[in-house]
T-cell receptor
């Protein structure tokens, strides 16, 4: 069975600072990995995904994530955050051929001036 | 712009009522999903459907049922609403498989009093 662990429920950071949101997954086979963002009172929006190939994946709004198979991690990074990045971020995993995604519990990114 | 539309943003219902949450997508997607989102618990899958009239239980189907009579519409039914079903409900759709991820609706915040 797949599972996702987001290690931090909340990450406070100052504007223009770098940030890393951590995600670890458990799966015994090859995986697809996703990061979604949820702005207040909205649904989830896809930030980026890893299917295969290069382990460094670039997404929208300046975010990127690195797939590390040996550490079963898929951490999300941004070199300089903005106030507008304040949102909840969800990591998700699935396996090729599956129909459903398994989501982590979310990390709330709080950016302050 | 492709869309998943949930008919209500906010709903307040009484305990014991039968509640219908409606979701419509305009992307001709085969797969549709219902999740509930609760603070600290992330997204949990209630039911999904991979074709008209087909449905599969997710992780927390108790107290819920679904209906998919047309490809574009997927309804979540609370047979007899209870206060522990107060939550944010998110609908999503996707093409077969999960490589492209999901497209989410904006959510319905249901309060059962």
């Amino acid at each position: 069975a797949q599972s996702v662990t987001q290690l931090d429920s909340q990450v406070p950071v100052f504007e223009e600072a770098p940030v890393e949101l951590r995600c670890n997954y458990s799966s015994s086979v090859s995986v697809y990995l996703f990061w979604y963002v949820q702005y207040p009172n909205q649904g989830l929006q896809l930030l980026l995904k890893y299917l295969s190939g290069s382990t460094l994946v670039k997404g929208i709004n300046g975010f990127e994530a690195e797939f590390n198979k040996s550490q079963t991690s898929f951490h999300l990074r941004k070199p300089s955050v903005h106030i507008s990045d304040t949102a909840e971020y969800f990591c998700a995993v699935t396996e090729p051929g599956y129909s459903t995604l398994t989501f982590g519990k979310g990390t709330m990114l709080l950016v302050s001036p | 712009d492709v869309k998943v539309t949930q008919s209500s943003r906010y709903l307040v219902k009484r305990t014991g009522e039968k509640v219908f949450l409606e979701c419509v997508q305009d992307m001709d997607h085969e797969n549709m999903f219902w999740y509930r989102q609760d603070p600290g618990l992330g997204l949990r899958l209630i039911y999904f459907s991979y074709d008209v009239k087909m449905k599969e239980k997710g992780d927390i189907p108790e107290g819920y049922s679904v209906s998919r009579e047309k490809k574009e519409r997927f309804s979540l039914i609370l047979e007899s609403a209870s206060t522990n079903q107060t939550s944010m409900y998110l609908c999503a759709s996707s093409l077969p498989g999960t490589a492209l991820g999901y497209t989410f609706g904006s959510g319905t915040r249901l309060t059962v009093v």
